[in-house]
C-alpha cells in the first residue's frame, strides 16, 4: 500500500468514527417529504410518509375483476399485495401502462401504480396547505406549492379506504 493509500484510509477511518460523535440526523416538523408524480396525465405529490417503498418495473398479475382500477397484484418481500391504478382512482381514464408502484404504509396492503416519477422533495411545511376532499370519496387532501408548479397532494389512506370499498371489501381494521 502506498502512502498515498494509507493517508486515505487513515482519513476515511476518522471521518467514521467522528460519525459516531455526530447526532443522528433527525426530520424537523418544518419540512415535509414528497414524490412528485404523474398519474393520468396530471401532475401529484404523495407524502413520503405515508409509502413505505417505490419500485419501477414491478411485474404486475392481472386478475379478473369488474373493478377497473383494480391492476392485479405484485408481490412485495414474500407478501402478495393488490395493485389500483392511481389514475383511475382519482377519476382519470387509464391511458398506458403505468410503471412505477409505490408501497402503501399501513393495512391492508396496497400498492399503487403510477406513470411518471417526477422527482422526491422536501418543502417547508408552509408550502403545504392542507384541506378535505370535497366529497367523502375524495382522495386528494390540500396543495403544495413546488418550482414546477402547485400539485394536489394524495392522501394514500382516503386512497385505500376508496379502493377497498371499489371492491366491495369494507375493512374496519384500515389504518393509515
Same mark, same amino acid.
Given at each position: 500500500?502506498?502512502?498515498?493509500?494509507?493517508?486515505?484510509?487513515?482519513?476515511?477511518?476518522?471521518?467514521?468514527?467522528?460519525?459516531?460523535?455526530?447526532?443522528?440526523?433527525?426530520?424537523?416538523?418544518? $419540512?415535509?417529504?414528497? =414524490? !412528485?408524480?404523474? +398519474? #393520468?396525465?396530471?401532475?401529484?405529490?404523495?407524502? %413520503?410518509?405515508?409509502?413505505? &417503498?417505490?419500485?419501477?418495473?414491478?411485474?404486475?398479475?392481472?386478475?379478473?375483476?369488474?373493478?377497473? $382500477?383494480?391492476?392485479? =397484484? !405484485?408481490?412485495? +418481500? #414474500?407478501?402478495?399485495?393488490?395493485?389500483?391504478? %392511481?389514475?383511475?382512482?382519482? &377519476?382519470?381514464?387509464?391511458?398506458?401502462?403505468?410503471?412505477?408502484?409505490?408501497?402503501?404504509?399501513?393495512?391492508?396492503?396496497?400498492?399503487?401504480?403510477?406513470?411518471?416519477?417526477?422527482?422526491?422533495?422536501?418543502?417547508?411545511?408552509?408550502?403545504?396547505?392542507?384541506?378535505?376532499?370535497?366529497?367523502?370519496?375524495?382522495?386528494?387532501?390540500?396543495?403544495?406549492?413546488?418550482?414546477?408548479?402547485?400539485?394536489?397532494?394524495?392522501?394514500?389512506?382516503?386512497?385505500?379506504?376508496?379502493?377497498?370499498?371499489?371492491?366491495?371489501?369494507?375493512?374496519?381494521?384500515?389504518?393509515?
Amino acid at each position: 500500500m502506498t502512502d498515498r493509500m494509507l493517508s486515505r484510509v487513515e482519513r476515511l477511518r476518522a471521518d467514521f468514527d467522528h460519525s459516531f460523535s455526530v447526532p443522528a440526523r433527525t426530520l424537523d416538523d418544518e $419540512a415535509v417529504e414528497l =414524490l !412528485a408524480v404523474g +398519474a #393520468g396525465g396530471r401532475a401529484y405529490a404523495l407524502r %413520503l410518509s405515508q409509502t413505505s &417503498g417505490l419500485y419501477p418495473d414491478r411485474p404486475v398479475t392481472p386478475l379478473p375483476t369488474t373493478v377497473p $382500477a383494480l391492476r392485479g =397484484l !405484485a408481490g412485495f +418481500a #414474500g407478501v402478495v399485495v393488490p395493485v389500483y391504478d %392511481l389514475a383511475a382512482l382519482l &377519476g382519470h381514464a387509464i391511458a398506458e401502462e403505468p410503471r412505477w408502484l409505490v408501497l402503501a404504509t399501513g393495512t391492508p396492503p396496497l400498492a399503487l401504480a403510477f406513470h411518471q416519477l417526477d422527482h422526491h422533495v422536501r418543502v417547508p411545511v408552509a408550502d403545504v396547505v392542507d384541506g378535505s376532499g370535497t366529497t367523502s370519496r375524495s382522495c386528494l387532501r390540500g396543495m403544495v406549492r413546488l418550482p414546477d408548479g402547485d400539485r394536489p397532494i394524495v392522501d394514500v389512506p382516503a386512497t385505500r379506504a376508496l379502493a377497498h370499498r371499489m371492491a366491495g371489501h369494507e375493512h374496519p381494521e384500515v389504518s393509515p
